[in-house]
């Protein structure tokens, strides 16, 4: 990877994903669907498919049925960048910021269903909560949903974290910012 707003490694963009999940999914036929998703990678890391599920009812499934191309878009930390952090008065304001943007190819994978739904809610929750509180509703809704692999054929992506800017304006806007999250990522892109 090279360029000043590439990701240090291919982890990094598996990180975005596992710390921001919500994406859109589009279809050709622009219909969209914000959904919670999880990457599965290759041994280097890379994103080679995303795994989510939807409502049966939902567009999407007609749309990908018809044509299984489509984009997922993520939008992790972000962030403007005032002009009051930087001690230089010839600096202008910026935004920065991590997105990524998937050219895929949907199968859904109705046989993985629950599979699909049981490693969302144990990344999500943690350990906290299980489908088995849901007792016999969880089947009715199993009836309803249908998971889906979202092959991977390309992907854009964005980390504009400061990497342009100078060692010590660099180090101000860290400083400073209040999002000390989207701090934390310019950190970890420097």
Same mark, same amino acid.
């Not at 919500?22 to 990457?39: D, G, T």
């Not at 993520?74 to 600096?91: E, H, K, M, Q």
């Not at 980390?159 to 000390?180: C, N, P, T, W």
């Given at each position: 990877?090279?360029?000043?707003? %590439?990701?240090?490694?291919?982890?990094?963009?598996?990180? *975005?994903? #596992?710390?921001?999940? &919500?994406?859109?999914?589009?279809? +050709?036929?622009?219909?969209?669907?914000?959904?919670?998703? *999880?990457?599965?990678? =290759?041994?280097?890391?890379?994103?080679?498919?995303?795994?989510?599920?939807?409502?049966? !009812?939902?567009?999407?499934?007609?749309?990908? !049925?018809?044509?299984?191309? @489509? &984009?997922? &878009?993520?939008?992790?930390? #972000?962030?403007?960048?005032?002009? $009051?952090?930087? /001690?230089?008065? =010839?600096?202008?304001?910026?935004?920065?910021?991590?997105?990524?943007?998937?050219?895929?190819?949907?199968?859904?994978? @109705?046989?993985?269903?629950? =599979? $699909?739904? %049981?490693? *969302?809610?144990?990344?999500?929750? @943690?350990?906290?909560?299980?489908? #088995? /509180?849901?007792?016999?509703?969880?089947?009715?809704?199993?009836?309803?949903?249908? #998971?889906? +692999?979202?092959?991977? +054929? /390309?992907?854009?992506?964005?980390?504009? *974290? @400061?990497? =342009? %800017? /100078?060692?010590?304006?660099?180090?101000?806007?860290?400083?400073?910012?209040?999002? !000390?999250? &989207?701090?934390?990522?310019?950190?970890?892109? +420097?």
């Amino acid at each position: 990877m090279s360029g000043p707003f %590439e990701p240090r490694a291919a982890t990094d963009i598996a990180q *975005l994903i #596992a710390n921001y999940p &919500l994406a859109w999914l589009v279809s +050709r036929a622009f219909h969209a669907s914000p959904l919670p998703l *999880l990457a599965e990678t =290759d041994a280097r890391g890379a994103v080679v498919a995303l795994v989510g599920h939807c409502a049966l !009812r939902n567009a999407l499934v007609a749309d990908f !049925r018809a044509d299984p191309h @489509g &984009l997922i &878009l993520f939008n992790g930390p #972000a962030g403007y960048v005032p002009t $009051a952090l930087l /001690s230089r008065p =010839d600096w202008a304001p910026t935004w920065n910021y991590a997105v990524l943007r998937f050219t895929v190819e949907v199968e859904f994978i @109705g046989d993985e269903t629950r =599979d $699909a739904i %049981e490693q *969302l809610v144990a990344k999500m929750e @943690g350990g906290g909560w299980s489908t #088995a /509180s849901l007792g016999p509703r969880y089947e009715k809704m199993l009836d309803q949903i249908i #998971a889906f +692999r979202a092959h991977v +054929r /390309s992907v854009e992506h964005s980390f504009k *974290l @400061g990497q =342009d %800017e /100078s060692v010590e304006g660099f180090g101000e806007i860290v400083a400073g910012h209040s999002d !000390r999250t &989207l701090a934390k990522w310019m950190e970890g892109q +420097r």
